[in-house]
């Protein structure tokens, strides 16, 4: 098993291995590792406090675990902080939406892109040609992002006027900005009605298929993650309970036990 | 033959480009090409930004296309098949098909797969050119339900990076084939296109089918060229006028349009980025032909209307004030009238202040060519456009027989569908007309109507003394403008022997803000009118919030007292134009809106009455029988395709 494990080690784009993570003295995470592979949509499931989210945020930075390793390829990223991993390709989208409500969508996808602009505040407002080149060459980026996720009708929109679904896109689209080289994605589905969870679920996996890169959804809605997820890890009061693919999560019992609780012999 | 004057200055010198040998509209690309070359004629907004086609690039589109068409099979006489949004891909499919002698057939982006199937095979299409994913997918999930399609071509690869199939090629592909097979037969394409014939189907359009099966009516390249100089003789247009091509080609109004009116005046066509932003778009372009359906132009309108329900007291005033302005100078210009001096002077500041602005937001400031295609809308929404300074023109015609009459010159009566409309000698007699007794409108003249495509026994029903019958009730006006009553077979009458016009009844109906949908009652064993009204939840909703009625469903909503009492107050404004024996006496607010993927609708949004009259036989027999409120069951189709039933308490009203 090890030695299998060792030799597919290459093939993980991300790895969290042996994860503790405790807020004073309630452990929220103990003994969890998982491995994201190179281009799958993987799902993190679970019940009500099962520590979903803060598995997702050690992923991406927001909390370091007291014990425990985060890799990302063959770098240890544990301590690092989240905009330095944003650097590396580890984009996310919020539960809550964070966004900016006061700008367009535009400009808001446009700070998606920050990271990869050279010209800084003062060349912006001297606007030489090489600053036109390189702001017509984000906005070509934004725009593509636009046509991927359909919300060409609202480009010039103010995003605080915007329904929560649409908001929602935005902040998905705002991560897919940066040209991450994996995405994390929190409760993507959460207060959704069942189209526009049916247009979550189309938008990633057009995510994955157009820019080649794994998805890791946090998902509390077991419907729709086992209609798209590859794999899924299964969290249980901090724990791993289950790993494998859809059917064999369906058939678990673990799972089934977490979800609707033990069955009762009478 | 006497033409007057002025149709022959309309035309010009435009008749002269069918001296030049040009008798199919892909000789005239390549006429037109030869001549403007590199200026603008297709543009389309991508990524942000309108791209730009000129002549010769769309031509050379066309050419690799149709090559490409022909590499792969695709014979002389063979039909294949379009669907998609208006984007240029699907125009330059229509003149490749046409270039190597095919038949082009365009359907609604929004038909389903079954319906989709039945055109298909009805046409005999060889090959599909289809848009996107949504598309390409309902043809692959039809598999050998459509087994004479070949090849399956799109434009659009979003989504279908992972897509493999024998049938499924990319639109660039097929085009690559096509610059092979020129390199090995250079002048193969300028061979095809000029073996086509002026009498050569170009077109099969299907009708949109409110009774029975659709039928495909066969326009040919003359057809085409006669509607278009119709349409130029009854008003000047200029050339590179920019037109907003909106309207889907499957309906045979935008044949005539953007595909031939585009190459011959020639136009500048642009395609809107997405359905959601035609209207950004018709502004940003500064749109100077636009035509719509007459319940386009009606939800602009009421867009206008509701929007202004929501502004503030002073704006909603001045609005008020400008139409009102707006209304006596122009709308007495249009009659010929003089217009009383005080509102002339006041017409400018109108202008300036409500007028031009709201032209201005709806991107109608440079559109001096605005069209209704139909034969009915309300005069209320044509005065509305023409209040604000949009002089909207109704155009009506036959998708058989071409266009017969539209408003032309500078008056008009709005209550008409205008005058009849001059033929270009070349292209046929003048279009003469006879009424029946039964009311009907029988016409010949023009290029004539060539027939349904396999079903010569309908086309042989629709010919009455070598006159076409239309199905068409109108009666003419002393000032030789024709007034649309309605369909024939949908003039009613009552069991006391009084007609009534349904059409007339619904379309006054829905212009206001509060109604989506009506369809009137009253036949032979009914007394009296009555109405099924799908209240506008869009513009009711808000209403209700703003009067703190609460409500939870669309269902719930429908049958409350103060909306059921609100609906009362639009229908009696109706009735006040009614004569006695015609106007509604009870109504019923329908608890689920009409929807097309329940049959309910046409997918132009016309009712289909005998299903609707079997499906809602309860609610007739409840308003009939005198009940004041009634358990309704009426059945109900999910978008999954589940169905269930809807059950609930509906009220009938009393007027």
Redo the contacts between chains.
């Keep these: 098993m090890k030695k299998r494990e060792a030799m597919e080690e290459d093939k993980y784009l991300m790895r969290a291995v042996d994860i503790h993570l405790s807020f004073a003295g309630v452990m929220a995470l103990q003994n969890v590792s998982i491995h994201v592979g190179q281009s799958e949509i993987l799902a993190i499931i679970g019940p009500n406090g099962a520590g979903k989210t803060c598995l997702l945020n050690c992923l991406s930075g927001f909390y370091h675990p007291q014990k425990g390793e985060v890799f990302f390829r063959d770098q240890e990223i544990t301590q690092l902080k989240p905009h330095k991993r944003a650097k590396l390709g580890i984009a996310r989208t919020f539960q809550g939406v964070q966004l900016f409500p006061g700008l367009t969508v535009i400009d808001n996808l446009l700070t998606g892109r920050h990271m990869h602009m050279k010209t800084g505040a003062i060349q912006g407002f001297l606007y030489r040609p090489w600053t036109h080149r390189e702001e017509m060459r984000e ?2 980026k934004v ?2 992002i ?3 996720l ?1 919300i ?2 609202i ?1 010039h929109r103010l995003v605080g006027s915007l329904s929560y679904g649409l908001r929602k896109r935005i902040d998905l689209g705002r991560a897919l900005a940066m040209e991450p080289k994996v995405l994390l994605m929190d409760e993507p589905m959460a207060g959704m009605n069942l ?1 526009e969870k049916e247009d979550i679920a ?1 938008f990633v996996i ?1 995510i994955r ?2 820019m080649d890169i794994p998805v890791v959804i946090v998902e509390h809605d077991m419907q729709v993650v086992m209609d798209i997820a590859d794999r899924i890890y299964v969290l249980n009061w901090g724990h791993l309970i289950a790993e494998g693919n859809p059917e064999e999560i369906k058939g678990n019992p673990e799972v089934i036990k977490a979800y609707l609780g033990e069955e009762r012999k009478i | 033959m006497n033409i007057p004057a002025e149709v022959e200055r309309n035309w010009g010198d435009l008749p002269n480009i069918f001296d030049q040998g040009v008798e199919t509209l892909p000789q005239l690309l390549i006429y037109q090409a030869k001549r403007f070359g590199d200026r603008t004629f297709h543009r389309k907004k991508d ?3 309108w791209q730009q086609f000129s002549f010769s690039e769309v031509l050379e589109n066309v050419k690799t296309l149709a090559m490409g068409l022909s590499a792969l099979g695709v014979r002389r006489g063979e039909t294949v098949a379009m669907i998609g949004e208006n984007e240029p891909e699907l125009f330059w499919g229509e003149y490749a098909v046409q270039g190597i002698g095919g038949k082009a057939v365009c359907l609604y982006p929004d038909f389903t797969a079954p319906q989709m199937a039945y055109l298909l095979n009805h046409s005999d299409s060889v090959a599909i050119i289809c848009e996107d994913q949504e598309q390409v997918d309902k043809v692959l999930e039809l598999g050998e339900k459509v087994p004479k399609i070949g090849t399956i071509i799109y434009w659009d690869d ?2 279908m ?2 897509y493999k199939h024998p049938k499924l090629m990319t639109f660039k592909q097929v085009q690559e084939r096509g610059r092979k097979h020129l390199q090995e037969n250079p002048d193969k394409f300028e061979k095809e296109v000029a073996a086509g014939k002026g009498d050569d189907i170009a077109v099969i359009s299907y009708t949109s089918g409110t009774t029975g099966l659709p039928k495909g009516c066969l326009g040919t390249h003359k057809s085409f060229f006669d509607a278009a100089l119709r349409i130029a003789g009854a008003m000047p247009l200029k050339p590179f006028t920019q037109h907003m091509s909106y309207i889907s080609p499957a309906w045979a109004t935008e044949q005539m349009l953007g595909l031939t009116m585009g190459l011959v005046i020639p136009l500048v066509v642009n395609f809107p ?2 359905p ?2 035609v209207r ?1 778009n018709i502004r940003e372009i500064g749109t100077e032909a636009l035509t719509f359906t007459p319940r386009q132009w009606e939800s602009l309108a009421s867009i206008v209307e509701s929007k202004m329900l929501d502004a503030g007291p002073i704006r909603r005033w001045f609005f008020r004030w400008g139409m009102a302005v707006g209304r006596k100078v122009n709308l007495a210009q249009l009659e010929g009238k003089n217009v009383p001096l005080g509102w002339r002077l006041l017409y400018p500041l109108a202008d300036k202040l409500v007028l031009y602005p709201l032209r201005d937001n709806l991107g109608l400031q440079a559109v001096y060519y605005a069209q209704s295609g139909g034969s009915g809308m309300a005069p209320d929404v044509f005065r509305f456009f023409h209040a604000m300074g949009v002089k909207l023109r109704n155009v009506f015609g036959t998708t058989e027989m071409g266009l017969f009459t539209f408003h032309q010159g500078e008056t008009y009566d709005l209550e008409t569908v205008g005058k009849w409309m001059p033929v270009h000698p070349r292209f046929g007699p003048p279009l003469e007309y006879k009424i029946s007794d039964e009311g009907e409108l029988l016409v010949k003249g023009g290029s004539g109507f060539t027939g349904y495509y396999k079903e010569s026994e309908a086309t042989a029903k629709k010919l009455v003394d070598g006159y076409y019958a239309t199905g068409d009730a109108v009666y003419m006006t002393d000032k030789n403008e024709m007034v649309y009553l309605d369909r024939l077979e949908d003039m009613r009458k009552l069991s006391t022997g009084h007609s009534y016009p349904p059409q007339f009844i619904e379309n006054r109906l829905r212009f206001s803000p509060f109604i989506k949908e009506v369809m009137t009652l009253g036949d032979p064993e009914k007394p009296f009118v009555s109405a099924m009204i799908n209240i506008d939840i869009g513009t009711v909703g808000p209403w209700a919030e703003e009067r703190r009625i609460g409500y939870t469903t669309f269902t719930d909503l429908s049958q409350n007292p103060k909306v059921r009492e609100l609906i009362q107050g639009e229908i009696e404004k109706v009735n006040y134009f009614l004569p006695e024996g015609s106007k509604v006496m009870r109504f019923i607010n329908l608890p689920k809106e009409l929807d097309p993927d329940e049959d309910e609708l046409t997918r132009s949004r016309k009712l289909r009455r005998s299903f609707l009259e079997q499906k809602y036989a309860g609610f007739i027999s409840a308003i009939y029988s005198g009940k004041e409120k009634f358990e309704a069951e009426v059945p109900v189709k999910y ?1 999954d395709g589940r169905t269930g039933v809807l059950k609930t308490l509906v009220y009938v009203n009393n007027l």
């Design positions: 906005r070509r725009e593509e636009i046509d991927l359909e060409k009708h480009r189209e189309r057009d298929e157009a | 990524f942000g930004i979003k989504g990076w992972k980025e997405e959601e932003t950004e978008q």
